[in-house]
C-alpha cells in the first residue's frame, strides 16, 4: 500500500507531535559540531563540550604506544594488524579492514567477519585477501572477508578467509540468522579496472560453516550499485540497502522479498535474479511535499513520509541504477553510509553533504521506522569549520547500537578521527581518538575508524583503524549511558 502526500499530510495532522518535530529535541538529537533542535539550523559551528559531567568515561589520554587515545580505566588489544598478524594458511592479515560482525564461537570466543575495503586489480596492494580454494568470485579481485576468532579472553586464536575475489568490501550487515552480508561499493563491470566478472553486488558468508561459503554467489536480487550496507527487518523479512554514491546521489533501497519466502542460511543465494522488488524511496513533509534530498532537514526531529518506488533494471545493465530515476521520482542523500537495526528499525548514515547537495552538513544519523514509513532525523552535525582541532565531530559512517543506551559511531571525517558515543537524550561523548599518524609531523593524517560493534556479551567494543589494517579490542568499565 502506497503512502500518498494526501496520506501524510493528514496523519500529521491526526498525530501532532508525531510528525515534523521541529523544535524538539527527541532522541539523539544534539553533538558536539551537531546543530541543537532548538536553536541552530545546517552549516552551524558546533559547541565545545560533551554534556554534563556524568556523561561519558573522561577525557582522553594520550597513548604512548601512538595508537589509541582511551578514557582513564580503558584499555585495548591488537587482535590483528596488516603485515604482522598471519591467517592460518600463512599469508598476512589483509589490508584496509572495513565492516564487521560479531557472532558467538566455540568455548565462548567470538568470531569476527570483517570486510577487506581493496579495489580494483590485486596489483595494487601488498596485501590483497588471498584466493583460498573455493572461495574465489572473480580472481581478478583484491577485496573479501576474514574471519577472525577470539578467545574468551580476548587473544587472537586465528583468522581464515570467508570469500575472496570481491571488490571494495565496505560495509555490510549482520543477519538474524547469524550470517554477514558483505557489500561491494562498485559499479566495476567485466573488463573495467581489470575485472573478469560483474561487481556492485552482495554476498552471504556464514562464519561457522565453511562449507557453505564455497563457490560464492552474488544475491543479484539486491541489486548492482556502490552497496554500502544492509540491515534486515526480521519480522517482516525485507532488507533495506544503503549506496555511497554522487553525480547524482545515492539511494536508500528496500527490497521486499517474493511471496512465501522463508529467510534463513543460505537461502538468499538460492533466489533468482529478479526475485522479490527492489524499491528507492519518495519522501514528503508534513505538508505533502515532495522532498528531493535528504539533506534539506535542517533540525532533528524532522520527519519525512516515506513511499516506495520500483527500481527499473536493478542489475543496471546500461544505467547505473540511480540514474534510472528522473528528478521528482525519488528522494536522494549524499554519502549513505553504515545501517544498524534496533528498536523496531533501521538507523541510517548519511556522513556528510557538500556543494552537490541542496545544504550542506557534516553528518546525519536517519531512524526509520517500517511500521509508520516514517524517517526521522536523529543527528545532525554542522560543517566542521577545523577538523584539525580536536573536540568536534564529523563524518559518521559505521555504527551501533549500544547495549550501554544509544549509539557508538565512527567516524571518517577529516583531520582526527574518534569513536564516539550518542545518548538517547541526544549527547555526545569520546570514546577514543586514532592517534596512528600515517603521515607527517608537519601534516598530520589519522585514518578512519571502521567496523564498530560489541561482542555478544557486551564487554569488548571492537573497531578497525582502516590504514594500515588494524583490529581493536576496547575493554573497561562500561556503564548505562542517561
Not at 144 to 165: F, R, Y
Not at 421 to 426: P, S, V
Amino acid at each position: 500500500m502506497s503512502l500518498s502526500r494526501r496520506d501524510f499530510a493528514k496523519r500529521s495532522a491526526y498525530t501532532g507531535a508525531g510528525v515534523a518535530l521541529v523544535g524538539s529535541a527527541g532522541v539523539l538529537a544534539t553533538a558536539p559540531g551537531a546543530l541543537a533542535a532548538e536553536a541552530t539550523e545546517a552549516g552551524a559551528a558546533g559547541r565545545p563540550g560533551h554534556g554534563g559531567p556524568s556523561l561519558g568515561y573522561g577525557p582522553l589520554i594520550a597513548d604512548p604506544k601512538g595508537i589509541l587515545a582511551l578514557p582513564k580505566g580503558f584499555s585495548y588489544k591488537i587482535i590483528t594488524r596488516t603485515g604482522e598478524t598471519k591467517l592460518e594458511s600463512g599469508e598476512s592479515t589483509p589490508s584496509n579492514h572495513d565492516g564487521t560482525a560479531t557472532f558467538e564461537g566455540p568455548r565462548g570466543a567470538t568470531l569476527l567477519v570483517n570486510n577487506h575495503e581493496l579495489g580494483g586489480p590485486r596489483s595494487k596492494w601488498p596485501h590483497p585477501v588471498p584466493l583460498a580454494d573455493g572461495l574465489v568470485y572473480d580472481p581478478a579481485a583484491s577485496g573479501g572477508c576474514t574471519v577472525v576468532e577470539v578467545s574468551k579472553h580476548g587473544d587472537h586464536v586465528t583468522e581464515w578467509v570467508g570469500i575472496a575475489g570481491t571488490a571494495t568490501n565496505c560495509a555490510g550487515g549482520r543477519t538474524p540468522w547469524g550470517t554477514w552480508l558483505t557489500c561491494e561499493e562498485t559499479e566495476d563491470k567485466a573488463g573495467r579496472n581489470g575485472m573478469t566478472k560483474d561487481h556492485g553486488y552482495v554476498f552471504e558468508v556464514d562464519p561457522h560453516d565453511r562449507k557453505a561459503n564455497r563457490d560464492p554467489k552474488p544475491i543479484k536480487a539486491l541489486g548492482r550499485y556502490a552497496h554500502e550496507a544492509v540491515v534486515v527487518d526480521p519480522g517482516r523479512g525485507h532488507l533495506y540497502l544503503t549506496e555511497d554514491a554522487s553525480g547524482p546521489n545515492g539511494l536508500l533501497y528496500r527490497w521486499v522479498p517474493p511471496q512465501g519466502f522463508e529467510h534463513g542460511r543460505g537461502k538468499l543465494r538460492t533466489l533468482a535474479d529478479d526475485a522479490g522488488v527492489l524499491q528507492a524511496p519518495k519522501c514528503y513533509d508534513s505538508g505533502g511535499n515532495f522532498v528531493d534530498d535528504l539533506s534539506r532537514a535542517t533540525r532533528t526531529g524532522t520527519v519525512y513520509g516515506v513511499d516506495w518506488v520500483p527500481v527499473p533494471d536493478r542489475d543496471a545493465k546500461s544505467v547505473s541504477v540511480r540514474k534510472q530515476f528522473a528528478d521528482g521520482q525519488i528522494t536522494r542523500a549524499r554519502k549513505l553510509e553504515g545501517m544498524w537495526w534496533a528498536d523496531g528499525g533501521a538507523y541510517i548514515v548519511s556522513s556528510y553533504a557538500r556543494e552537490e547537495s541542496p545544504v550542506q552538513h557534516d553528518g546525519q544519523v536517519w531512524f526509520y521506522d517500517p511500521k509508520r514509513r516514517t524517517l526521522t532525523l536523529k543527528v545532525l552535525l554542522g560543517v566542521n569549520p577545523d577538523p584539525s582541532k580536536d573536540g568536534a565531530f564529523d563524518g559518521p559512517d559505521n555504527i551501533t547500537v549500544s547495549p550501554y543506551g544509544g549509539l557508538v559511531i565512527a567516524e571518517d571525517g577529516e583531520g582526527i578521527q574518534h569513536l564516539f558515543g550518542a545518548t538517547e537524550d541526544g549527547r555526545t561523548y569520546p570514546i577514543a581518538r586514532n592517534e596512528l599518524n600515517i603521515g607527517t609531523a608537519g601534516e598530520p593524517e589519522f585514518s578512519e575508524f571502521t567496523g564498530v560493534v560489541f561482542s555478544p556479551d557486551g564487554s569488548t567494543l571492537f573497531a578497525n583503524i582502516q590504514v594500515p589494517g588494524i583490529m581493536l579490542a576496547i575493554t573497561g568499565p562500561w556503564r548505562r549511558q542517561r
